[in-house]
């Protein structure tokens, strides 16, 4: 079965540095993987996604993640945070198969220090 | 635009009354996912469709229910609320296309079981 561990419930960065957010998944075949970003009061938005192309992903606002299959590991990264960068953010993993559902992360909550 | 909305965004009820929340979809997506959200659980599957007429449970589906009798709309269904329903909730679809496993997420309904 799959699952999606997300490691730090809350990050807190100060503008301008890195922003390094973890996730690790176990998956029996090889997974799709996402990260989706959720602003206060509002649904999930998707940040990026893995689908077995380039193993290092580009998505919006200037984040990235690289899928790493030797470390069961899709960590999400940002050079450089901006305030608006304060949200939540989950790791989700699919089968890929004809199972449509996505398993999601706990979720870690960035804070980004001015 | 094709859109995914909730109604109502909010909404506070008593114990043991029915309680239904609507979602609707414009994009014409196959499958539709109903989630709820917690603190520290992420978000967890309750129900889910891939067409008009199928539904299936998921990992939480105790005293929910929900019916597909067209594309567009899933509504789900307390039977009987309960205080442990006191959640967020949260609709989704994806197009089940391939290997498109992207859900678009609606905005949320906040519910209070009093």
């Known amino acids: 079965a799959q699952s999606v561990t997300q490691l730090g419930s809350h990050v807190s960065v100060s503008e301008g540095a890195l922003v390094l957010l973890r996730c690790n998944y176990s998956?029996?075949?090889?997974?799709?993987l996402f990260w989706y970003v959720q602003y206060p009061n509002q649904g999930l938005q998707l940040l990026l996604k893995?689908?077995?192309?380039?193993?290092l992903v580009k998505g919006i606002n200037g984040f990235e993640a690289e899928f790493k299959k030797s470390e069961t590991s899709f960590h999400l990264t940002k050079p450089s945070a901006h305030m608006s960068d304060a949200a939540e953010y989950f790791c989700?993993?699919?089968?890929?198969?004809?199972?449509?559902?996505?398993?999601f992360g706990s979720g870690t909550r960035l804070l980004v220090r001015p | 635009d094709a859109e995914i909305t909730q109604s109502p965004r909010h909404k506070i009820t008593e114990t043991g009354r029915q309680v239904t929340l609507a979602c609707h979809q414009t994009?014409?997506?196959?499958?539709m996912f109903w989630y709820r959200q917690d603190l520290g659980h992420g978000l967890r599957l309750i129900h889910y469709?891939?067409?008009?007429?199928?539904?299936n449970k998921g990992e939480v589906s105790d005293g929910y229910s929900v019916s597909r009798s067209n594309t567009e709309d899933l509504p789900l269904t307390l039977e009987s609320a309960a205080s442990s329903q006191t959640s967020v909730y949260f609709c989704?679809?994806?197009?089940?296309?391939?290997?498109?496993?992207?859900?678009?997420f609606g905005p949320g309904t906040r519910l209070t079981v009093l």
């Open positions: 989700a993993v699919s089968r890929g198969d004809s199972s449509y559902k996505l398993i």
């Open positions: 893995y689908t077995s192309a380039a193993t």
């Open positions: 994009w014409n997506h196959n499958n």
């Open positions: 998956s029996s075949v090889p997974p799709y």
């Open positions: 469709s891939y067409g008009v007429q199928d539904t």
């Open positions: 989704a679809s994806s197009d089940g296309q391939g290997a498109n496993y992207e859900q678009f």
